[in-house]
């Protein structure tokens, strides 16, 4: 309804530009409707026409040619009804004719040569869909186009770099996942068998000191009390559902208890522990958190530092933002390797030596 709309409108649109710059006489404004109406008919007959046809075709390209054929049809039928109308020798009609067929052709060459390059640029765009349907991610369109063909070739390429990140990410979640179900696996056989070996041994009678056994087996539960917290609390942190309540506290004090909670730790290992504060320094903070922050981040200092060195700790304010600084002589993490993501670990070995599931920095964070 909308193209006979249209249609109506220029044809009217056109008998008034005629009318005012013509001033036809009342025969010749017959002869323009029945021109103009003529035309009209050619046109609306093969817009109801070509979208039934076309939608046939295999390829764009007979598409392209035949709209092009039909346009020219349109013209010749108004050159034709006009050369009529203007009583033309049959000389003069038969130059009309060959000249409209003449256009007819040439217009097929032209719109068959158009079509070609467009043809072949979405040819490309269905095999790199069909590319990447088959999990080809490295397949691109690679078009430059400024029409409605570039902006999807573009839309394609970004789809495509998308699922290749996504993919990417997959992966890597995945090698994060079976890193951690390792490392828990190895934290929980360790206190795990000592415990079995413990209890065995008690059942059997064969121990001098039961009082020792049983210190050992409490310390195996807090290994594994302590695992499972961290467990618990890093699913809280990564599903938004830890409560952190603000308040003032002071920033030298919780770094001093850190130190002080982590001192006998460090001793064990041969590692002095220092702390450096001239202030009281007030932040806004949930102090509980705050604090395992600071405990996480000294305890890894601790765990990966030479025998006989130093850790220290700087608290200060250097401006408007407080600042705590935990210096150690350890080797550091390789620089492809991000400690605060969720299960990293700086290196495998260093990681059974030193034990840890790599849940404390990520806690941290």
Do not use: C
């Not at 249609?7 to 005012?20: I, M, Q, S, Y």
């Amino acid at each position: 309804m909308r193209f006979v709309i249209v249609l109506v409108a220029v044809v009217v649109a056109a008998l008034a530009v005629t009318e005012l710059t013509m001033q036809p006489s009342a025969a010749d404004r017959g002869a323009l409707l029945v021109i103009f109406g003529a035309i009209a008919a050619a046109t609306g007959l093969a817009g109801w026409l070509l979208p039934r046809v076309t939608t046939r075709f295999r390829t764009l390209r007979h598409t392209v040619l035949l709209v092009s054929m039909a346009a020219v049809a349109v013209v010749a039928v108004a050159v034709a009804v006009s050369a009529q109308l203007m009583f033309l020798s049959s000389h003069d009609l038969r130059l009309v004719v060959i000249a409209v067929g003449l256009g007819v052709v040439l217009g097929a060459l032209l719109a068959a040569t158009i079509s070609r390059p467009l043809a072949a640029d979405l040819e490309r765009l269905a095999g790199t869909a069909r590319k990447v349907g088959l999990g080809d991610l490295s397949a691109r369109a690679g078009l430059h186009r400024p029409d409605e063909v570039g902006t999807v070739a573009l839309a394609m390429d970004g789809m495509v770099n998308a699922l290749r990140a996504a993919d990417l990410e997959r992966n890597q979640a995945e090698a994060a996942r079976r890193a951690f179900l390792a490392a828990i696996g190895h934290d929980l056989r360790t206190p795990l068998t000592s415990l079995k070996a413990t209890v065995e041994a008690l059942q059997d009678g064969v121990t001098e000191e039961p009082e020792r056994y049983l210190r050992s087996m409490l310390a195996d539960l807090d290994l594994l009390s302590g695992l499972v917290e961290d467990l618990f609390l890093l699913a809280q942190i990564e599903a938004g559902k830890l409560d952190l309540h603000a308040e003032p506290v002071d920033l030298s004090d919780l770094a001093d208890e850190a130190v002080e909670a982590m001192t006998p730790v460090a001793r064990r290992r041969g590692v002095d522990i220092e702390i450096m504060t001239d202030q009281h320094i007030t932040v806004l903070a949930s102090e509980r958190e705050l604090g395992r922050v600071i405990r996480n981040l000294l305890d890894n200092a601790i765990r990966y530092a030479p025998d006989a060195s130093r850790v220290r700790v700087e608290v200060g304010n250097g401006g408007p933002e407080a600042t705590v600084r935990i210096v150690d002589e350890g080797p550091g993490f390789p620089e492809n390797v991000d400690v605060f993501e969720s299960f990293a670990k700086g290196d495998a070995a260093r990681t059974r030596t030193h034990g840890g599931a790599g849940l404390g920095m990520a806690i941290a964070k």
